[in-house]
């Protein structure tokens, strides 16, 4: 007959490494974009100075902040205006015009045959060899940088647009017309609710494009502007200067993209995936 055994009593509280194991992921989940960033530049800086690159090919990230701090305060904030101006105008410009039209191509089906095949053929004509002869046509000034802007930023935001009218349920629809609405309040209350996350994914990467189309503007003619500053810096070899100033626009993008997204989860927040709220 065999005798009977005793166990050690099981704790039953849960191990603690789990448990920190967890948080440690998440501290580095939320910091990897930072962290990655930090080794690029520091892989950047180590690279420049162990293989002797000159600067006016590739300069350091400490070469380029020095050269950010040595400009003035004054002509940084000149330059920043005149390209986040003509940016916000060309932007403004392309949401006026762009979903209005979307509307009108989403709801008429001649008008859609009609008016896509031009915007298509505007997409696709190169930008920077159009810019020119914008530029002898409206001649000095705004106007010129405001339109090419536009031309970069106006397509993405109709074709999304339409694109989400077109999305709405067609039964959603043939409710609203057995009770006799309009076409009008049919865009109004149905279409256009549905198509808000299409429109704010459009108005996300136009805002980008917007600065991009800036610059280029500001490439083939401007006296002042970031665009303006690169081109001039890089005329006399100031590369680190001209890397400064990009780094200056990258920071804009980001800036306006992320305003645009609050703007979405402060207004529509209902429009957002569940993930984002």
Same mark, same amino acid.
């Given at each position: 007959?065999?005798?009977?055994?005793?166990?050690?009593?099981?704790?039953?509280?849960?191990?603690?490494?789990?448990?920190?194991?967890?948080?440690?992921?998440?501290?580095?989940?939320?910091?990897?974009?930072?962290?990655?960033?930090?080794?690029?530049?520091?892989?950047?800086?180590?690279?420049?100075?162990?293989?002797?690159?000159?600067?006016?090919?590739?300069?350091?990230?400490?070469?380029?902040?020095?050269?950010?701090?040595?400009?003035?305060?004054?002509?940084?904030?000149?330059?920043?205006?005149?390209?986040?101006?003509?940016?916000? &105008?060309?932007?403004?410009?392309?949401?006026?015009?762009? #979903?209005?039209?979307?509307?009108?191509?989403?709801?008429?089906?001649?008008?859609?045959?009609?008016?896509?095949?031009?915007?298509?053929?505007?997409?696709?004509?190169?930008?920077?060899?159009?810019?020119?002869?914008?530029?002898?046509?409206?001649?000095?000034?705004?106007?010129?940088?405001?339109?090419?802007?536009?031309?970069?930023?106006?397509?993405?935001?109709?074709?999304?647009?339409?694109?989400?009218? &077109?999305?709405?349920?067609?039964?959603?629809?043939?409710?609203?017309?057995?009770?006799?609405?309009?076409?009008?309040?049919?865009?109004?209350?149905?279409?256009?609710?549905?198509?808000?996350?299409?429109?704010?994914?459009?108005?996300?990467?136009?805002?980008?494009?917007?600065?991009?189309?800036?610059?280029?503007?500001?490439?083939?003619?401007?006296?002042?502007?970031?665009?303006?500053? #690169?081109?001039?810096?890089?005329?006399?070899?100031?590369?680190? &200067?001209?890397?400064?100033?990009?780094?200056?626009?990258?920071?804009?993008?980001?800036?306006?993209?992320?305003?645009?997204?609050?703007?979405?989860?402060?207004?529509?927040?209902?429009?957002?995936?569940?993930?984002?709220?």
């Amino acid at each position: 007959m065999t005798s009977p055994t005793t166990s050690a009593p099981r704790s039953s509280a849960p191990a603690p490494w789990p448990e920190r194991h967890r948080r440690l992921y998440g501290a580095l989940d939320r910091g990897a974009p930072l962290l990655a960033a930090l080794a690029l530049l520091l892989i950047w800086e180590l690279a420049c100075r162990l293989l002797a690159v000159p600067s006016y090919l590739l300069p350091t990230p400490s070469a380029i902040a020095l050269s950010a701090v040595q400009v003035p305060l004054d002509s940084w904030l000149t330059h920043t205006w005149a390209t986040l101006r003509v940016s916000l &105008q060309g932007y403004a410009l392309a949401v006026l015009i762009g #979903i209005p039209l979307a509307v009108a191509l989403a709801n008429s089906r001649l008008l859609s045959r009609t008016l896509y095949p031009q915007l298509v053929i505007i997409q696709s004509t190169p930008i920077v060899a159009v810019a020119p002869i914008i530029v002898v046509v409206l001649g000095a000034g705004d106007a010129p940088r405001v339109v090419i802007t536009f031309l970069i930023t106006f397509f993405p935001i109709v074709v999304s647009t339409v694109t989400g009218l &077109q999305a709405t349920p067609p039964a959603m629809l043939e409710l609203s017309r057995s009770l006799g609405a309009s076409r009008l309040r049919a865009v109004r209350d149905i279409q256009l609710p549905f198509a808000v996350p299409y429109i704010f994914s459009a108005l996300r990467i136009s805002v980008t494009l917007a600065i991009i189309g800036a610059v280029v503007a500001e490439f083939v003619a401007a006296e002042n502007g970031l665009g303006f500053f #690169i081109a001039f810096s890089t005329s006399f070899f100031k590369v680190p &200067q001209a890397f400064a100033a990009l780094v200056v626009l990258v920071s804009l993008s980001l800036a306006l993209f992320q305003l645009v997204s609050l703007t979405q989860r402060l207004v529509f927040p209902w429009s957002l995936p569940k993930t984002e709220k």
